[in-house]
Nanobody, 121 residues
Framework: QVELVESGGGFVQPGTSLRLSCSAS????????LAWFRQAPGKEREFLGL????????FYSDVVNGRFSISRNNAENTMYLYVNNLAPEDTAVYYC??????????????WGQGTQVTVSS
């Protein structure tokens, strides 16, 4: 299996940008399709997007609205989520997930513990 750890969250102001990281250990990182989810207070967890094993394909949910970008560096066993023009409604716990299979809708087989992002002035 693979262990995932998110980082990069924090308290940020509206209109700014943020980069979240998802670091992995365990099995070969490039074996996994990776995805980002988030869960806002009182809401269900929602899918944001995914990236293929070698990073040549990405797929985003409509909620992203062009403000999010996912990339990965297999040599460093890390995936990234870039978020631009943050808004208070982006406040949530952000999770990364992994699955050996490229399936949509994505089903996470392994999950990180999440990183909190709070957007407020």
């Amino acid at each position: 299996q693979v262990e995932l750890v998110e980082s990069g969250g924090g308290f940020v102001q509206p209109g700014t940008s943020l980069r979240l990281s998802c670091s992995a250990s365990g099995r070969t990182f490039s074996n996994y399709v990776l995805a980002w989810f988030r869960q806002a207070p009182g809401k269900e967890r929602e899918f944001l997007g995914l990236i293929s094993r070698r990073g040549e394909e990405t797929f985003y949910s409509d909620v992203v609205n062009g403000r999010f970008s996912i990339s990965r560096n297999n040599a460093e066993n890390t995936m990234y989520l870039y978020v631009n023009n943050l808004a208070p409604e982006d406040t949530a716990v952000y999770y990364c997930a992994a699955n050996e299979k490229f399936i949509i809708p994505f089903s996470g087989k392994y999950w990180g513990q999440g990183t909190q992002v709070t957007v407020s002035s």
